[in-house]
């Protein structure tokens, strides 16, 4: 089954209906922004790389990807005017003869910026917005800037300071100019972390919108079972129904589909492989509960509390306001919990990698399959 690694699936319709909803058209208005959420490994990178950056391309855009988790030691601020600067480095010829040829003005912002290709931060004085404008300039064409994984960048006082100089940027660009001259894509893994970009006044992009990035469905698994299928013996052939009822249950991610697929497809008999394929989906997914379960179970009371409150309340849960306070002291039926025990809480979880904190001390979950988990585990 080595080919079966490079099935792509394409949703052109999609790229190319966010390019109108960045420019304003259509039903959705993403002009200060677009935000996508879904969770992790369920397709989002590789929609933005093979689909979205080729659609932008099609308009004409200059495009910048930039993926705030390619490398988490990096401050995600230096990753960001990195890849600007790199994307002007494509232009250095241009550059270089723009900033004789230009104004003043110009020559100071294209030249210090020519000058210093090799570094990936920017020259002293210079913004984020200088370097866009510029590029734009340069390009001759509207900019494209997608940021993957952006709520990675709230984790550091420089990484929200990128976040307000994009915005600036684009304020900018956009302003008194007839086109809209900067497009923005901010994707994350999280939906309650990504809100953390526009929910308050105090949030860059206060006043935007995060969108559900649509997990792949039902045409994907038609297109990938068809894709398997001649690649098998004819009296061995997965249905496309129960490649859709697998892919469901391991949480429409595509690598375990593909997993599954690949052991099973050489090991299976002929009748069996729907059942196999079934089975398979209900082990990984057991597999994946299991650890949630076990971890969940062997945590104290006290953080046990807090993290069924932090699931409760998603986006709207702020640690010690009187709704919380009085949620973990009912969860774990005492009278009153002090602020010390639920912060020293809510450090341990940090570290055990279960919650996450934006600079702003505001928290979420670190994975929210972990809500997932626990409100089918209220139901049962
Ligand atoms: N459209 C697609 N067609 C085929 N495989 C896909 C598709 N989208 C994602 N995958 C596979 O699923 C896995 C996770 O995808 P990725 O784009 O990295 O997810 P995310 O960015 O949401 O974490 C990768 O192994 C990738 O090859
Ligand atoms: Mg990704």
Known sequence: MRTAKTFTFHRPALASGYCDSL??????????????????????????????????????????????WADKSKDPALLITSAVKKKMGDYAGIVAKMSRAAGLEKVNVLGALSLNFESTELPPGLTLTDALGALVEIGKAPVAIIIDEAQHALSTQTGIDAMFGLKAARDYLNLGSAQQMLFIVLTGSNRDKLAHLVLKRTQPFFGSQVTRFPLLGRDFTDAYTDFVNPQLAPSNQFSRDDMYEAFTTVGHRPELLRSIVGEIAINAGAEYLGIELKNGAQEIKERIWGVMESEFAGLPDIQRAVLETIIDQGKDYVPFSETSMRAYANLLQQEKISTASVQAALDVLREKGLVWRAAYGDYALEDESLAGWYKSKAQR
Do not use: N
């Not at 369920?42 to 929609?47: D, I, L, N, W």
């Open 23 to 68: 420019e304003g058209q259509g039903l959705v208005d993403s002009r200060s922004g677009l935000f996508l959420a879904a969770p992790r490994r369920t397709g989002k990178s590789t929609f933005l790389r093979e689909d979205l950056l080729p659609a932008m391309l099609g308009c004409g855009w200059t495009t910048i990807y930039v993926d705030l």
